[in-house]
C-alpha cells in the first residue's frame, strides 16, 4: 500500500498514452498518465521493509477502523509483522486473527487480547500479560472510541458523559501510558509511533454532540502536547482526523436503532473503514523522521462537521 486508493493513478488505455499530430513529421510523444509499475513495486516494497520485523498494538479492533487497519497493516507487511488486536468482544477478535492469517499466511502473528480500555486496572496490566515475543511493541494505534446520544445539556445522561469519557479520553492515555516506557527504552531518547484517531468533531465541536466533541478535543491537546514533550526522542506522535466514516459508531449513538443511524448516511457516499486504514498504515510506513503529525481526512460530499451535500433521495 503506497497511499489512499482515491490518490492513486490509474492506468489508462493504450490510445490515451499517446498524443500524435496531424503532421507528417509528427512523433509520437509519451504522456506521463500512470506511475511505472516498477516504481510501484520499489516503493510498495519500502514501506514492507519499513514495517518489517515490527509489532503492532491496535485498540478497538473488533469493527470497523479498527478491524479495517489489522487487515491492512497485514496485507502491507505479510512476510514479517506481528499484531495485537484489542477489544471487548474476544470470540469476534480470535474470528478476524483466523482470517488475517487465511488470507496472508503465517507471516503475520496475530494475538486476539480481551481488553476495555476504559477499565483502568485493565489497561495497566495489559503489557505484563502479553507473551513475551509480543512485548517490544512498536506501533500503538489508538483507535477504541465511541459516542453515545445526542442529548444537550442538561439532560445529558451522566452514564453517557462517563463511558464516553473513560474510553476515548482516559483509556486513550492510561494505553500510551502504558506502551511508552517501551519505547523510551530504545536508543536517542526512545522510538516507536503513537497513532491517535481523533475527529472532525475534535476541531469543530456541534450541537447534540458536545461531550463527544469535548472527548475528542481531549485527544487532540493530549496528542500535540504529547508530541512536544517527546520532541527529543525518535517517537513520532500523530493524529488521525476522519470526517463522516460509515461504521457501527452511529449504531452505537442511537443505541441500537440501525434505521436511525443509516439514516445519517442517507443521500451520502461516506467514507469507509478502509479509507482510513490506508492512512493509518501510510503515516506508520514513512520513514523514521518523517512525522504526518496532523490529517483531517473528509469525503468528497463533506467540508466541516456539519457542513455535508445530500443528494435528494
Known sequence: MLLPAAARLRYKSFSQLFKTSTKSNARLILAPLFTPPSITRTMSSAVAKRLEGKTVVITGASSGIGRSTAFEFARTAPKNLKLVLTARRIDTLKQIAADIVAEVGEGVKVLPVQLDVSNPEEVKTFVGKLPEEFRDINVLVNNAGL?????????????????????????LINMTQAILPIFKKRPE??????????????????PGGSIYCATKAAVRSFTDALR???????????????????????????????????AVYAGCEPLTPDDIAEVVVFVAGRRENVVIADTLIFPSHQAGAGILHKKST
Open 147 to 171: 459516542v453515545k446520544g445526542l442529548a444537550r445539556a442538561p439532560e445529558i445522561a451522566e452514564e453517557d458523559i462517563n463511558i464516553m469519557f473513560n474510553t476515548n479520553v482516559t483509556g
Open 189 to 206: 531518547g526512545g522510538a516507536g509511533d503513537i497513532i491517535n484517531v481523533g475527529s472532525i468533531a475534535g476541531r469543530e465541536p456541534y
Open 228 to 262: 512536544k514533550e517527546l520532541i527529543a526522542t525518535r517517537i513520532r506522535v500523530m493524529e488521525i482526523d476522519p470526517g463522516q466514516v460509515e461504521t457501527e459508531f452511529s449504531v452505537v449513538r442511537f443505541y441500537g436503532d440501525k434505521a436511525k443511524a443509516d
